[in-house]
């Protein structure tokens, strides 16, 4: 069963920093997820990454994935209160459609 | 996107009671659907897959007899939780998927599970 490693699982910063997330595993991902999730929600995706050295960009948000899907980053700039949520990374695994989560980063941005 | 509903959103219950929680795709059709159940501050694990019109497959270590899975039709799934007890409170959430039309699984906005 592939494992999803996250780090850092605590975050807390103040507004306007910058900040990574990664997530890494010893297996090769087929492709990654990652979502934010607010409190008493269900998670919302935010972007698949699939070819290995590919960047998305999402506003202030930026992911990459790794030359050899293995490993994956989400990276804020200027981060805002908004942004404050549990920052999830999930990859799809050979059976199924089954998703399997990285243990989470939770995110606090002060004003 | 397409929308994933749950009901209840909030549950409280009494220990030795059952709950069933409903999830169920708003505008398409869900082969598949997942549970997940969620402590606070930690990620989502998986429960359980449910095929439509088959027997769910459970993750290693969720009793089956304990969380009962039904899904009945390509729009709605239910879990139920038998015989609850307060270490059953927990953030339950379903997830659903077509993979003839979306490549990603949708998810509902979770039920709140408590056992007094």
């Known amino acids: 069963t592939q494992l999803l490693e996250q780090s850092p699982q605590f975050l807390s910063i103040q507004e306007g920093e910058n900040l990574t997330v990664y997530c890494n595993s010893s297996?090769?991902?087929?492709?990654l997820q990652w979502y934010r999730q607010e409190p008493g929600e269900g998670p919302v995706l935010l972007v698949t990454?699939?070819?290995?050295?590919e960047v998305k960009k999402l506003k202030r948000l930026t992911f990459q994935f790794g030359d050899a899907r293995k490993d994956s980053s989400l990276h804020i700039t200027a981060a805002q209160p908004g942004d404050t949520g549990l920052y999830l990374c999930?990859?799809?695994?050979?059976?199924?459609?089954?998703?399997?989560f990285g243990q989470g980063t939770e995110l606090s941005v002060k004003p | 996107g397409a929308v994933v509903s749950q009901h209840p959103s909030r549950v409280i219950c009494k220990s030795g009671t059952s709950v069933k929680i409903e999830c169920r795709s708003l505008?398409?059709?869900?082969?598949?659907m997942f549970w997940y159940r969620q402590f606070p501050k930690q990620s989502l694990m998986l429960m359980a897959t449910?095929?439509?019109?088959?027997?769910?497959?459970?993750e290693q270590g969720v009793e089956k007899d304990k969380f009962l899975i039904n899904h009945a039709s390509l729009t709605l799934s239910t879990l139920t939780v038998t015989s609850a007890h307060p270490e059953d409170s927990s953030f339950y959430i379903c997830?659903?998927?077509?993979?003839?039309?979306?490549?990603?699984?949708?998810f509902g906005p979770g039920t709140r599970l408590t056992v007094l």
């Open positions: 997830s659903a998927r077509e993979l003839a039309v979306y490549n990603e699984q949708f």
């Open positions: 297996s090769v991902f087929s492709s």
């Open positions: 990454v699939v070819t290995g050295g």
């Open positions: 999930a990859s799809e695994g050979n059976q199924g459609g089954k998703l399997i």
């Open positions: 505008d398409f059709q869900a082969t598949t």
């Open positions: 449910s095929n439509e019109g088959s027997k769910a497959t459970y």
